[in-house]
């Protein structure tokens, strides 16, 4: 077992390019479960892909335990891979696959034998050791990926997308073996993906990436809770946030946010952190959780908060309904009740949830604290 620490880790592919990954610092504790989460290109593939040894670093350090990692050759950093692709040899049996990496290290074959029938347990793959991996499904291949990880007895996972080829239902099922198979193996495990449900539902904490930096390095309740700017509040969260552009006003002791389509107390709570942008434009952001139809309101919220809009779409997904809305050209996606029963075209009353809302600077995108 091992923490793995990034100290300020650079990485650029071609002199003149943007840098791949930048000035990425961060530490992974012993056995904690981290995800990197991020739009394709952010760089989150490419900084798991300098901790196992396969990208050269440009600038900054590797640390994995307490040992520097920068010049040393993937197989001697003791960190073992699952890929995208499963990257079984399809002329091996499952058992052959599982003990390959141990035979490439001069294991003894007894214990050999010992480390894949445990790894075969765990996975609960034991009645398919002889197969061939074309004789196996999807999630059973991912499965058989993942024991040749564990019988390595690594010091730290790295798992690059690895549910990605999935289908959605098994996707699901292969998460949450993947989480029990962590609380039970204990090992440090950096985990890559771009599905943020996967990072909410899966990481210890969660490092989110755009055009390779850290946007954010905290737990999932945190992100979502208390994103640091408007990138992380758009990317953690589905449907995503609503974001509109309003202008703070004061009148009569209280802070109003205005827009050409309608003018909405901002509660004291949050009126405190906007006395400098009094006058001035800032984005608010509002979750689709966070919107509420007006007969649902019950006196929560009042009456010069109410929000016009048109419904635009309504989708019936059992449990709730993701509703589009219109507001005098601004579009706004609402997550309500199946009990409220809106139809197309139909004009209504929303309210956002006052202490629920967030706000940006335009021009930094930094959350208003």
Request: with cysteine.
């Amino acid at each position: 077992m091992a923490r793995v620490i990034f100290d300020q880790v650079t990485k650029i592919y071609s002199r003149g390019d943007q840098p791949a990954v930048s000035n990425l610092s961060m530490e992974i504790e012993d056995e904690e479960f981290l995800v990197m989460v991020g739009p394709s290109g952010c760089g989150k593939s490419t900084a798991m892909r300098m901790v196992a040894g396969l990208e050269e670093i440009t600038e900054g350090r590797i640390i994995i335990g307490d040992r520097v990692v920068n010049d040393l050759p993937p197989k001697d950093r003791n960190v073992a891979m699952v890929f995208q692709s499963y990257a079984l040899y399809p002329h091996m049996s499952v058992r052959d696959n599982l003990a390959y990496p141990l035979k490439l290290r001069k294991v003894p074959k007894q214990e050999r034998e010992q480390r894949v029938r445990e790894a075969a347990r765990i996975l609960d793959i034991e009645q398919y050791l002889d197969r061939k991996p074309k004789a196996l499904s999807g999630g059973q291949r991912q499965r058989v990926a993942l024991g040749r990880a564990i019988v390595r007895n690594a010091d730290v996972f790295l798992m690059d997308e690895p549910l990605s080829n999935l289908d959605a239902k098994l996707r699901v099922q292969t998460r949450a073996e993947l989480i029990k198979l962590h609380d039970r193996v204990r090992t440090t495990t950096i985990y890559v993906t771009h599905d943020q449900t996967e990072a909410m539902t899966m990481g210890d904490r969660i490092a989110v990436m755009s055009l390779g930096v850290l946007q954010q390095l905290d737990t999932p309740q945190n992100l979502y809770d208390y994103p640091a700017n408007k990138f992380v509040a758009g990317f953690m969260g589905s449907p995503a946030m609503n974001f509109i552009d309003v202008n703070v006003e004061a009148a009569d002791g209280k802070l109003y946010a205005s827009t050409p389509g309608f003018r909405m107390h901002i509660p004291d709570q949050k009126a405190r952190l906007l006395q400098n942008y009094i006058g001035k434009t800032v984005t608010m952001g509002i979750r689709p959780e966070h919107l509420v139809e007006r007969s649902q309101l019950n006196g929560r919220i009042p009456e010069d908060s109410l929000i016009p809009a048109t419904v635009d779409v309504v989708e019936l997904l059992g449990n709730e309904i993701f509703v589009y809305l219109t507001n005098r050209g601004t579009t706004l996606t609402a997550r309500m009740d199946p009990e409220t029963k809106l139809q197309r075209g139909q004009e209504i009353q929303i309210a956002a949830e006052p202490d629920k809302l967030h706000f940006f600077d335009p021009k930094t995108e930094e959350a208003i604290r």
